[in-house]
């Protein structure tokens, strides 16, 4: 906890008043208070004894050997959020930041904070209509929270940012950075845990809900893994010139998310890529207005049955949506990203621009 709660709650156990604290220590009383409401902190010769007055030691009142517990960084993230939802994720950025700051300033060695921290931060600033130059001293400090990660005792925590880490490099271009990280990573485990606990859930009657919950959550994610990549070869092979391959490869990244249940929104990311790269203007802009037009409907897990089961345990008839919130962005990025330059001086594109505006 904070040294000023420390201080407070050390006191009152004890059953001493701020006056007798304060004459003790041969300082005022609203010195004393200050120290409690956080305003101010207690002069670093008065650490010792006021430790000895407080029966506790100097570390414990400087929070040196305490770390926040998972329902503290649980809360934390709730009023950040909470930040968020009452100003928007642009309007609200700064002062969720500060907040993050503030906290980190209070447990600086904790590595699962600063993580939670770096993912959210992370998570809305793609969430946020900012151009790219003013998201770039937030991005920086995101990439600093997962550098110091890397030199915390956290294994875990430590491969998760080498591994956040090679991306945002990658999209810096700093391409000898990113071979660090990437370095740092471990091989792929051929045991997984997970499948293993799915196996032995399934062998226990009662708990065949929890092997199914757990292998709905590993299909999700490896049906987006899936996607990622046949989007990436479709990028590889229009940048060789591989136009008939791409395309092949594009048309089998539709096949996945309409068996996998992935929503009709992603059936038209790899085609827009290819359209893009050939700066197909028609086609382009059809496809844009296609991705928009899914944006309008909701991606309902309950419709499936590969994914119903986290639906159940989300709540009943939880629906998710991308309108709400990617919808701004991916309009935001269409009048930054330098990749649809060629698209602005057509009036058709233009026209989407005035349909789906981004506040």
Known sequence: MPMNTTIRERRKELGLTQEQIAEYLGISTPAVSKWESGSTYPDITLLSALARLLNTDPNTLL?????????????????????????????????????????????????????????????????????????QPYED????????????????????????????????????????????????????KQLIQADLYQQQKEHLPEAELLLQKKLLSAAMD????????????????????????????????????????????????????????????????ELLEACQHLWKFHDSPLYDRIAD?????????????????LMANLMQDPEYEFLHSHEAFQALLDQYPTD
């Open 63 to 135: 929070c040196f050997q305490e770390e926040p517990s998972r329902q503290e960084i649980t809360h934390f993230c709730n009023e950040i959020a909470q930040i968020l939802k009452d100003k928007g994720y642009t309007k609200g950025l700064e002062e969720s930041c500060q907040f993050m700051k503030q906290k980190i300033r209070e447990y600086p060695l904790c590595a699962s904070l600063l993580h939670t921290f770096a993912l959210t931060l992370d998570g809305t600033l793609t969430l946020s209509t900012l151009t790219p130059e003013e998201k």
């Open 141 to 192: 400090l995101v990439l600093s929270w997962y550098q110091r990660i890397l030199e915390s005792e956290d294994e875990k925590l430590q491969i998760q940012s080498a591994y956040m880490l090679a991306s945002k490099y990658i999209k810096r271009r700093n391409y000898e950075k990113a071979q660090e990280m990437i370095d740092l990573l471990p091989e792929h485990n051929v045991l997984d």
């Open 226 to 289: 899936l996607h990622g990549i046949l989007l990436r070869l479709t990028k590889i092979c229009m940048t060789a010139g591989q136009t008939e391959k791409a395309a092949s490869i594009a048309e089998i990244a539709g096949h996945v998310v309409e068996s996998l249940g992935l929503g009709t929104y992603f059936t038209y990311v790899a085609p827009l890529e290819i359209a893009l790269a050939q700066k197909d203007a028609e086609e382009s802009i059809r496809l844009i207005r």
């Open 313 to 329: 345990t989300l709540g009943s008839g939880i629906q998710f949506s991308v309108s709400s919130t990617i919808r701004p962005v």
